[in-house]
């Protein structure tokens, strides 16, 4: 019964779900998986897409070899990326990752020349210095060669969407990231574009998440001995895909999308551009069903992934579960960072710009990687209830405990944590909630669901979540009045 294929490209790995429905209940099958390793090339920084594309047909034909008939897949992937397309349909150079040190700055100056509140007013979208806007000013500013020769502008899935298909088309959600597309035309912003220098024709038709967009083109079906299966634009944005996939019984509700970044937020029915929303810099991205996501980025276990990989180059390598339990074994509350300053975005050595932190905050300086990992874990949850609050205050609205959705329900201190910081319970589950997003609105699109609340009933019932209870005591409102001090949040 209608078996179907989710490929989720997180900034840290991809991979592959294999779902199927048996009785209204949904079961997942992990078919691959893979590592999504940025490559660094002199002192640029890109994603692998080829490598990319070969995994997906990995993907494919680990199905056809255990016999799966695929009635349809759906690629989502991290947000804001893109590659540039020529006149005769291939792709201009590697796509860029977003923490290449080329984008260093050139948010300020567009800001300047363009003006915050005009880029807000157009677009609802948070400013971060990645987003597509300021990527593609700094390929305008550097008159990189894609630029000269581009003629279609397409986002990560996007891209590899056409790969597959031969069809070129842009997705709403991950479309509403650029912090190019007004969702009050729902159209490209096309007078942004063009204070922009840029050039409109190369932004195309967006599709809405579930509508068809083509099948597996002749040449790919050949390669793979696969026949024409159909593609979905799916909710292509992998945290869209993820806040599908919470399984909430009430409209109001709060969710964690927890990986690389730890996007907190809630879903809204129309998007909030007011000058509150701006100046905490919210965002109000595209979702499922003409929904949107008003949410902040937190930096996330990306901290913890360049801490292991520091620690690595230096000879000791540790797991994540290894390290939650060194983190576990080091002193509470011995110091704190913002995880959200500026220091911790881009990849380098993540273990001594904590220390750095704690050292210009005039706190103790973890020295062990346990005490490091607890700082950074402990920070996390403390911005967590910020973000949180901050929602409350920003959406009219009052969440009684927190749905925590992907790969980082997996480190059990942070979910604890997270409950005792808030003082509600947190929700864990489940762990692949982007693929399952993926998979549901292709369900969605297929009739096999009525709509996402049915697709989210199901997901409820198909998945174990884990429920943590606050810690009771005065201890964790100590340690949070502690972090506002020490982060200047206060
Ligand atoms: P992304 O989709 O952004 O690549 P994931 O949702 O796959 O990220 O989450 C990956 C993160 O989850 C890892 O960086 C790690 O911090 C955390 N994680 C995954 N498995 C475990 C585990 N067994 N124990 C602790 N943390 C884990
Ligand atoms: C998470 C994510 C996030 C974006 C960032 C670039 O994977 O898509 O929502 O802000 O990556």
């Excluded at 929904?291 to 620690?311: F, P, S, V």
Aim: proline share 5%; charged share 20%; glycine share 8%.
């Amino acid at each position: 019964m209608s078996n179907i294929l989710a490929f989720d490209l997180g900034a840290s790995s991809g991979r592959a779900i294999h779902g199927k429905l048996n009785n209204g209940r949904i079961e997942i099958e992990e078919l691959h998986r893979f590592p999504n390793d940025p490559v660094q090339v002199g002192k640029r920084l890109h994603w692998d897409i080829l490598r990319l594309y070969h995994e997906i047909k990995q993907g494919l034909l680990k199905a056809k070899h255990k016999g799966i008939d695929l009635a349809s897949i759906g690629i989502d992937s991290w947000a804001v990326d893109f590659g540039l397309i020529a006149s005769d349909g291939s792709l201009l150079g590697n796509p860029y990752n977003y923490r290449d040190s080329l984008y260093d700055g050139v948010m300020e100056r567009v800001q300047e020349e363009l003006g915050a509140d005009y880029i807000f007013s157009r677009t609802g979208i948070q400013f971060l210095p990645f987003n597509t806007i300021y990527q593609l000013s700094a390929h305008r500013e550097n008159g990189t060669a894609a630029m000269q020769s581009a003629e279609q502008f397409l986002m990560i899935p996007d891209l590899l969407r056409y790969f597959l298909t031969g069809e070129k088309y842009n997705e709403f959600s991950n479309a509403t990231t650029t912090q190019l597309y007004n969702p009050l035309t729902q159209k490209w912003d096309e007078e942004l574009l063009k204070k922009l220098g840029l050039t409109p024709s190369w932004f195309g038709e967006v599709l809405q998440p579930g509508a068809p967009a083509g099948q597996l083109q002749q040449t790919v079906q050949e390669e793979l001995g696969l026949g024409p299966i159909p593609v979905y634009a799916v909710a292509e944005h992998d945290t869209a895909s993820a806040v599908v996939a919470v399984p909430a019984i009430e409209r109001s509700f709060a969710y964690l999308s927890c990986g690389t970044w730890s996007l907190l937020g809630t879903e809204i029915d129309q998007p909030i551009m007011n000058e509150e929303a701006r100046q905490l810099n919210f965002t109000n991205e595209g979702g499922y069903g003409n929904t949107y996501r008003l949410l902040k980025n937190i930096m996330g276990l990306w901290i913890i992934q360049e801490c292991r990989r520091e620690w690595e180059r230096a000879g000791q390598a540790f797991t994540f579960p290894e390290l939650v339990k060194l983190a576990e074994e080091a002193t509470s509350f011995s110091a704190f960072i913002d995880p959200d300053d500026a220091a911790f975005l881009a990849p380098g050595d993540m273990p001594a710009r904590v220390c750095e932190y704690c050292q210009r905050t005039n706190q103790p300086v973890p020295q062990k990687p346990g005490e490091i990992v607890r700082c950074v874990l402990e920070s996390l949850a403390f911005k967590y209830r910020y973000v949180l609050e901050l929602t409350e205050r920003l959406s009219g609205q009052s969440f009684n405990g927190l749905h925590m959705v992907g790969g980082g329900i997996h480190n059990h201190l942070l979910c604890e944590w997270t409950a005792n910081a808030i003082g509600k319970p947190v929700w864990a589950g489940p762990a692949e909630g982007s693929a399952i997003g993926n998979l549901a609105v292709q369900w969605i699109a297929q009739g096999e669901f009525k709509d996402i609340w049915e697709a989210r009933r199901a997901i409820r019932e198909s998945f174990p979540i884990a429920i943590y209870e606050p810690e009771q005591g005065d201890r964790w409102e100590e340690g949070y009045a502690q972090f506002l001090r020490i982060t200047g949040l206060a």
